[in-house]
């Protein structure tokens, strides 16, 4: 599958995969506490890891999604969020999570095409997030991406990064010995930590490298960069 249809696939995905509806707006309105905004994150681990970035004046959350990590950023004292997905319905539903937490001005939202970060200016961010994006898309388009982080980030910024667990070839049979696809679209670019270094050190100085898990995972295999740019 061509990189361009893959992406217009992944978008489809996600949008479809992210769409909050009247119910769950309304159940969510119900719930919703000012002192517990943390439990639309996927783990702890993640939580902790968004401590990192608090000192940035400006923050860039790459892939949002429904922006569960600006809204967590933006309520634990960050001074300003902008939030880009390509994804319709992940903007939609995180403008609402944003409103109801009473954060909104913090945070800038926006629905972006995947040229986006190519066009931004250099140091432009002083600190950035990126969680399960990398690891889902061409590993050509991933690297596109990493590099262009580097050029928007201002030098020493801290980059912090969340990846999927990695999917032995030798165990599990991959398209090209690194992608898995399900019904269609592509779900796993698995790469070892190894590589996963390779493709970041020419733009990052690695800080940390830690694991967790997801709710339901026995096992933390999935895999939490917390690094520096160069």
Known sequence: MKNKDTLETLINFWNTALTMSEEDKK?????????????????DKLVKALDNLLNADKILDY????AWASLILAKKGAKYVKGVDTSTSGIEAGKF???????????????IDEAWLERQNPDSFDGGFCSNILDVLPIEISQKII????????KDAVLVVGLNFYADPKIKPLEENKYI??????RLLSLSDDEWRQMFAHY???INLDYFAWPGETSERRRLFVMKNK
């Open 147 to 154: 590099e262009n982080l580097h050029k928007v980030l201002k």
């Open 27 to 43: 159940e969510i309105k119900a719930a919703a506490d000012e002192n517990n905004y943390v439990e639309f994150a996927p783990a």
């Open 204 to 206: 990052f100085e690695i």
């Open 63 to 66: 892939g949002c999604g429904s």
């Open 181 to 186: 696809y399900l019904d269609g679209v592509l």
């Open 97 to 111: 999570l944003l409103e109801t937490y009473n954060v909104k001005e913090k945070v800038d939202l926006e629905v």
